[in-house]
């Protein structure tokens, strides 16, 4: 299985969550079952079938979890030796040439990728587009509404 590149940050967000669906949701809904089978009949039972199927989601959800854990890559970007480039966790600072508005960007794995957040997926076009790339490099970005270029201000890793 190939590995996934995550920062530690993104990793500790999907262990709470993992520790909440087990030590939380888990006995929730098992005490839920037990009290929708306490009412009798199970085949007209909505409260059964509504537990069974969260039951269900929680379950495949800690599967999820644990399996992308396994498999993931964890990157520090405080400890990243990277010569000003731009790599996986480093947070970039870009300005458009033609409108000159500005914008920050941290590269993150595809679970902890939130635009409204500044957090953008390392397999989005923006991001393939700057890795590699230094300060001072213009990277070009297909984007929906044509072709951007950016200036890349500052290369940071925190």
């Known amino acids: ?6 920062t530690k940050r993104g ?12 030590t ?9 079952i037990a009290e929708a089978r306490a009412q009798g009949d199970l085949s007209e ?9 969260r039951q269900g989601f929680i379950e495949g959800r800690i599967q999820e ?15 990243l030796e990277a010569d000003g480039k731009v790599v996986f966790g480093a947070t970039v600072q870009l ?13 993150v794995g595809e679970d902890e990728a939130d635009l409204k957040q500044g957090l953008i997926n390392i397999s989005s076009p923006i991001a393939r587009a700057l890795i590699g790339k230094e300060e001072g490099d213009t990277a070009e970005v297909q984007a929906p509404g ?8 500052a290369v940071s890793y925190q």
């Open 1 to 6: 299985m190939a590995t996934i590149p995550i």
């Open 11 to 22: 990793a500790e967000k999907l262990k709470a969550e993992l520790h909440e669906l087990k």
């Open 24 to 32: 939380v949701q888990r006995p929730w809904v098992i005490n839920a």
């Open 45 to 53: 039972n909505a409260e059964y079938d509504a537990a069974k199927d």
């Open 65 to 79: 979890i644990e399996g992308k854990l396994s498999a993931a890559q964890v990157i520090d970007p405080a400890a």
């Open 95 to 107: 300005e458009e040439e033609e409108s000159g508005d500005k914008v920050t960007y941290q590269i």
């Open 146 to 153: 044509g072709l951007k270029r950016y200036e890349i201000v």
